[in-house]
């Protein structure tokens, strides 16, 4: 063997896992092209050596044989290979004349989850977004966390300005809707939640869970919630109630910066706990039990996740799990809920500190139903009747990226078919799947391991400040382009351009309008600099890079090109492996603030309005058949990992949960098929009898059904699994933030005999 060959010698290299919200950083050992072990990176800076099977399924990704590498076109009905060249030749002939005759919101975009994890998409789609205007813009932010970033935004003043615990000093953590021992936390980026949670308990403290269903996290917890589905929000209604009337309230130093007190407790009188105990299905005396242990904590902190969100009433739970965290005086105070302090991108470090515009809303509705735009995006469940209607503003052509919107969206069959009749589809995804299936071209981007990786989203929402960034542990092949060229080019195609536009100039190009709004932002640490000057600091970097290196040194730890030059640049973290460590949170107010205001705007009037909404469901009658909730695997992350062997193998996971009476009554045992019907559809799936999910509530995961012809996933196609967005329903949604419905949903069951 000769250990002088790159592909005979063995070495480490250093990754940051890009697939969940924890960030873990990954130690590889590698051998020339080969991965041969992935662990922990003990000396991360932040995860410090914490990894979940997903990090290690890294290797399983790279190696996939079904992972496309070439890009793939459509001729005579079937997707086959071509060169890079040929598919944007065909991208060029397909769409540019749709685009000509109809207008460019003839062309839909839907951006998906994995997006978030991805540096270069998640940077360059704003180019793309900048570039060319559709009204037609959607992602997967409707079926997930859009009620939590609208109640934000009116709150704070940005979409991202979302308090997370401070786990690592709270004495008293309660939690809705989460389950953090399976997701590794959901805009509360926090590796190793179970080690964090049993320090928390070992200095004395307390964690409880409210959910229906004892969750990995509430197995764990000090005490568990068990409340009906989609009515988070008159709980927490009813815990500010009690808080009001019984003068708990206590605003500490948030109160110098708050307005609106009065309205909220003049809005929440109405739920006191006896009122709401039916409905909720938690006695009152639990509700003021949670209110007082809330108010007596020494510390503690309010957190609700995807089963507060998606439901009716998102935005308003939303919205409510930051009124009480101001009410009990926990709000950006350590052990509190706090608001973390990004090295780079972030919205509320950007500008005049303290003020700003606030977010914008309901600024132009939907063609067909006339649903509310929410932070420039449409509610992804318009999207099949917007494909199907015709008429001005149809859509004819979609692009997706890094999405699976006909697996994982409301009333996923109708998408489906929906996406049959588009004239032209696009999508930029590395595997043949449910949705890129329906493509008329599918481009693939790299392997993760062959692209620098900085997170831009997660240090936003971290249980501590850090900055680090990952090389490449791989040069890609030769002529492969990374994602950011392959969204340039098709930029470049948009503008019309043509197919071999100059990805390099559009770069440029793009960079130079970053450079620009800095040097003219007021609040920025750039203000007043010559653009040339700070361009030609940055010169020699391209793509991704130039955009991280920028955003780092005009950021608040960044050397601010030279006027600050113990400051954090991208050649600092790169002689960093294992990141840079900024520090424990800290008190943020008001300079975090971007309200019109310049104050905590605790009361806005849409929020107060809705609650007159929630206080109508109090006169509706009780549900007395079953209710349908999602829940996720530490395995599994929505419906792009399902196809790694290391994450696959182990018992089945896609299972109807049923509580033992439930079953009793219906007749039905452990392994039997249960058919589950809903208004739109109706699915069979496995039975698992538990006393681990509430009476009359009922579970399946959700990301399955991995058993759709054309697809090329072999691995998911064994266990394909049952598609639980068949049962959601495409018109349930919140009407703030235009989330679809996902908890709560009414179903029937019944015993699934074979024809």
């Known amino acids: 063997m000769d250990l002088n060959r790159p592909d005979e010698r063995e070495d480490t290299r250093y990754r940051i896992c890009p697939i969940c919200e924890a960030t873990c950083g990954l130690e590889l050992r590698v051998k020339g092209r080969e991965v041969l072990s992935i662990r922990g990176d003990d000396a991360d800076v932040f995860s410090g050596g914490f990894v979940c099977p997903k990090g290690v399924a890294l290797r399983d990704l790279d190696a996939d044989p079904d992972r496309l590498r070439t890009p793939l076109v459509r001729r005579d009905g079937q997707l086959v290979e071509a060169s890079w060249d040929e598919a944007f030749e065909e991208i060029q002939r397909g769409l540019m004349p749709l685009l000509a005759e109809h207008g460019n919101d ?114 764990i917890a000090d005490r568990h919630v068990a409340l009906r589905p989609g009515t988070d929000a008159l709980l927490l209604a009813a815990i500010a109630q009690v808080l009001f009337a019984e003068g708990r309230v206590r605003l500490g130093a948030a109160a110098e910066w708050t307005e609106g007190l009065e309205v909220v407790e003049e809005a929440v009188a109405r739920f006191t706990p006896e009122r709401v105990a039916p409905h ?26 995807i089963g507060t969100t998606t439901t009716a009433f998102g935005t308003t739970a939303s919205w409510l799990v930051d009124v009480l965290n101001v009410l009990t005086g926990n709000l950006d105070r350590p052990g509190g809920a706090m608001f973390p302090q990004a090295a780079a991108f972030a919205s509320n470090t950007q500008g005049e500190p303290g003020r700003g515009r606030g977010i914008g809303l309901h600024r132009h509705r ?75 071209v599918v481009l693939p981007g790299p392997s993760p391991l062959e692209q620098s990786h900085y997170d831009v989203v997660f240090p936003q929402l971290s249980v501590r400040n850090w900055a680090r960034y990952s090389p490449p542990v791989f040069e890609p092949p030769p002529g492969r382009p990374g994602e950011w060229e392959i969204i340039l080019r098709l930029v470049g195609v948009l503008i019309g351009q043509g197919p071999k536009a100059d990805v390099s100039a559009l770069d440029d190009l793009a960079i130079a309008f970053q450079v620009k709004a800095a040097v003219e932002s007021r609040g920025s640490t750039l203000h007043g600099r010559d653009p040339e000057e700070i361009r030609a600091a940055i010169g020699t ?62 009361a806005p009037p849409m929020l107060v309005e809705d609650l007159d909404r929630l206080e109508a469901s109090l006169a509706e009658p009780t549900a007395t058949g079953l209710l349908l909730v999602g829940r996720r695997h530490v395995r599994s992350n929505n419906s792009w990992m399902h196809n790694l062997p290391t994450l696959a193998k182990g018992p089945v996971r896609c299972t109807l ?55 090329r996933m072999r691995v998911a196609a064994e266990r394909p699994g049952t598609n639980s967005n068949v049962l959601a329903d495409e018109l349930a949604l919140d009407p703030l933030s235009g989330t679809s419905v996902l908890n709560g949903i009414p179903v029937s069951v019944e015993a699934h005999v074979d024809a």
């Not at 294992?578 to 800290?586: K, M, N, Q």
């Not at 079953?663 to 006393?691: F, K």
């Open 657 to 711: 949960l049923l509580h033992p009476t439930d079953a009793e009554r219906l007749g039905l045992a452990d392994g039997d098929a249960a058919r589950i019907q809903s208004r739109v559809g109706s699915v069979v799936a496995p039975v698992e009898v538990t006393d681990a999910i509430r009476p009359g509530v009922v579970s399946l995961p959700h990301g399955w059904g991995h058993d759709e012809p054309g697809t």
């Open 280 to 305: 909720c299905g938690v006695p009152a005396e639990v509700v003021r039990e949670l209110a007082r242990e809330l108010a007596e904590a020494e510390s503690a902190a309010v957190y609700g996740r």
């Open 366 to 440: 939907s063609r067909v139903r006339g649903a509310p735009e929410v932070l420039g995006e449409f509610p992804v469940a318009c999207l099949a009747e917007e494909i199907e209607t015709a008429g001005e503003g149809q859509i004819r052509a979609l692009l997706t990226v890094a999405g699976n919107p006909a697996l994982s969206t409301p009333n996923s069959r109708r998408l489906s078919k929906a996406l049959d009749s588009l004239d032209f589809m696009l999508s930029i995804d590395f595997y043949l799947n449910e949705t890129t299936r329906h493509a008329n």
């Open 541 to 602: 970097r391209r793509g991704p890079e130039r955009m991280v290196d920028l955003a780092l040194r005009s950021g608040p730890y960044g050397d601010h090109f030279g006027a600050r030059p113990e400051g954090i640049t991208l050649a600092s973290l790169e002689a960093t492996p294992h990141g840079i460590d900024l520090g424990a949170l800290e008190p943020r107010l008001p300079e975090v603030l971007r309200t019109p205001s310049g104050r905590i705007e605790l």
């Open 106 to 219: 003839a062309l839909g975009i839907y951006v998906g989850n994995p997006s978030a994890h991805n540096t270069a998409t998640l940077l360059y789609m704003q180019v793309l977004f900048a570039s060319f205007m559709t009204r037609n813009r959607y992602s997967a932010s409707t079926v997930d966390q859009y009620p939590k970033q609208v109640a934000c935004g009116l709150l704070f003043g940005t979409s991202l300005s979302v308090p997370v615990p401070d786990i690592d000093r709270t004495e008293y953590l309660l939690m809705l809707g989460a389950n953090p021992m399976a997701s590794n936390g959901s805009l509360f980026t926090a590796p190793d939640f179970r080690g964090r949670a049993r320090r928390l308990r070992e200095r004395g403290g307390k964690l409880v869970v409210v959910d229906p269903r004892r969750s990995e996290t509430a197995r």
